[in-house]
């Protein structure tokens, strides 16, 4: 079963009509939109042409063999895929594909040869720009995209069929002016769509020093034919996500009807080809409105309509596409959308932080009694942001209280890792890691439109009620930034967070025949993804089995997905051979294979949240872990935020691995590496952290309880040199061991 077939398939048979009946009765045949159609075949004709020119220029150069495609995707050529189901590979397939094209753009002018003639551009258009990207060519630079690669499919596209990002916007032209344009922009960022920009509204959004690019969901592409971009964007999502199959082609136009749900905004005057190109969309369902004030007979209702007035545009386009947006009133002085996810913040940009090794901070969510909550009651405890010096930092503890009558209590854990979502959302603020170990940061930018720590709290409940209606009914928040009061309730907190752990300790990876996956750092990582099982949570140490099947129960669309255990490759290694295929998918096809059990051999991939890290220690034959509270060096020669610019990101490093903190306690610990016994090194205040259930675990494995004793760490020393003598001393089982590399 694809991703999306169970609500597609209820939409499906709700869908009476076939695909070409949507366009019967639009256009009036008294009085034919004509000069409308004329523009549309003199386009396609000017775009097929231009296509044959330079496809034989460059057959001339090169030769029919000569290889043809673009980058970073395994989808071909995506329009010529999607809709003809050719997988083409050389230079030589391309001229047949275009002339036949070329023989679908008749003179005769209605709406049905308009539609064909836009078909045939986008084919032209397409082939057009893969030529730019012979021989490895890179014909783009910041901050114009080009094509857009399948990680970027893969981090977007299922968020824009199941409507989490509610359309795709694409803006072509020259607006009225710089400020009108950010107004579109804002407008629709604000409200969550993919936007494609093309022709001189970059330099417009540019001028207004909007934010663009990947991590903001809005992309350049650039002028001319580089529309098509969006286009095969949204056909790959269709492939990708619907499982709509090559060559398809009225499926395909349906499944883009029913489910990408975009629309064209045409601003400025527009030529033969740009006729020609709105017609392209048209033909896949995509309607288009345009500002220049055009007569009745150069319009067609619901699909070629005239509408100047800017301010309420964007609003007739969803109306006109059908896009009805659930309004959620967030009382914030910032723009909350999906679009702001995978922002950064850096260090100049940054008015005030919190976490991150450099205060306490700790997020906490518990369910409690209808008495026990006031719904919607905010306070912050202890400073506020104006309290703070520019650049400075505060303790922070975040503490949702939760009413629901269908609330479970193994929900608490999820809705606490949402908050990493939630948050994110503002435009200028950033957060990072989940339970104890959380890193956040206000920009100058947020600060100074107003956001204040409060709004944290808004932010939270309009959206945990918005995003979880059906087990979320009230919504408490407390902010805490008092020291005093942030160490207390951080003590509370650990209470909670192991009381869940402790939940899971009567469970086995052998005892369940699902793991499930959690993505949900995909917006900073696109080629990660974590393989939860019951002996291993994830990388955050945050979301345990209990936890990613409490998720998938909530929300069978989000982060977490059941992956059954078939096809056992390698038992002691744990390798799988439906986790592999669910693996492989999930990273961008980065990935082929991960064992769950070895670090050194095919180890599972690191995203940026981890709490700790493992690097191997080949002098003394084990490994070392550091964390992300110790800043100070470690054996291996790197802190912990050198080495998580090395591992994180979605990368297979073999001998070097992210982990939660409870994963050593683990039975399975890199047990197809030597297990426990290959602990040589670290931090102590992580010692201390994991106390006598490390001896115990120690004893299990039949180590003595005086193992941990002989685990170094800094009071030992931060080097080889200093770390291996005491080894020696201590007798320490790594040294004797079979070799690791």
Known sequence: MTESSTFDGVLAREWKESFEEIFEGAVDESKPPLKLFQKAYDGAVIATSYAEILLNQALRRYGPDHPVAYPDTGYYLPVIRALSGEAVTKLGELPPILNRMRNQVREELTFYNARLCGEATAYAAEIIEV??????????????????????????????????????????????????????????????????????????????????????????????????????????????????????????????????RAFVLQLGPSDEVQVAAHFAAIFLGFPVLVDQEL???????????????????????????????????????????????????????????????????FELVEMVGEDEIEDGKIEVVGPEIDDCEEGGSLPLGIVVKIFGRKMQKDFEGVLERRIHYLVNYG??????????????????DAAAKGFKIRHFGDLLVAKLKDEFPSIVDRVQVTLYTDKAQVEEQLARAREFYAARDERLKGLTDEAVDVFYSCILCQSFAPNHCCVVTPERLGLCGAVSWLDSKATYEIDPTGPCRPIAKEGLIDEEKGIWQSVNEYVYLNTNRSVEECSMYSFMDRPMTSCGCFECIMAIMPEANGVMITTREYPGDTPCGMTFSTLAGTVGGGIQTPGFMGHGRAYVLSRKFIRADGGLARLVWMPKELKDFLGDDLRKRAEEEGLGADFVDKIADETVGTTAEEVLPFLEEKGHPALTMDPLM
């Not at 967030?330 to 996810?341: K, L, M, N, R, S």
């Not at 435009?427 to 100058?444: F, L, N, V």
């Open 295 to 361: 007569p009745e007979d150069e319009q067609i209702p619901n699909w070629y309509i005239s509408h100047p007035n800017y301010d309420d545009m964007i609003q007739v386009a969803m109306e006109v596409r059908g896009i009805k947006l659930k309004i959620v009133d967030i009382p914030v002085p910032i723009t909350v959308g999906p679009a702001f996810e995978g922002e950064v913040i850096r260090k100049g940009d940054m008015r005030i932080e919190f976490g991150g090794g450099r205060t306490p901070a």
């Open 131 to 260: 030529l730019r990207y012979l021989n490895g060519a890179q014909p783009h630079v910041e901050p114009w995209t080009g094509f857009l690669g399948d990680p970027v499919v893969r981090r977007y596209g299922i968020l824009l069929v199941d409507w989490t990002i509610p359309g795709q916007a694409v803006i072509v032209g020259k607006a009225k002016s710089t400020e009108a344009l950010a107004g579109l922009v804002t407008d629709l960022q604000s409200k969550g769509f993919m936007i494609f920009l093309t022709y001189e509204v970059v330099e417009q959004a540019i001028e207004a020093g909007l934010k663009l690019g990947i991590d903001f969901i809005a992309f350049p592409t650039g002028n001319f034919t580089q529309v098509i971009h969006a286009v095969n964007y949204a056909l790959r999502a269709g492939m990708a996500f619907g499982g709509i199959p090559p060559g398809e082609r009225q499926e395909t136009r349906d499944y883009q009807r029913r489910r990408v």
């Open 427 to 444: 435009e200028g603020i950033w957060h990072m890691a989940q339970r104890d170990t959380i890193w956040m940061r206000i920009s100058k």
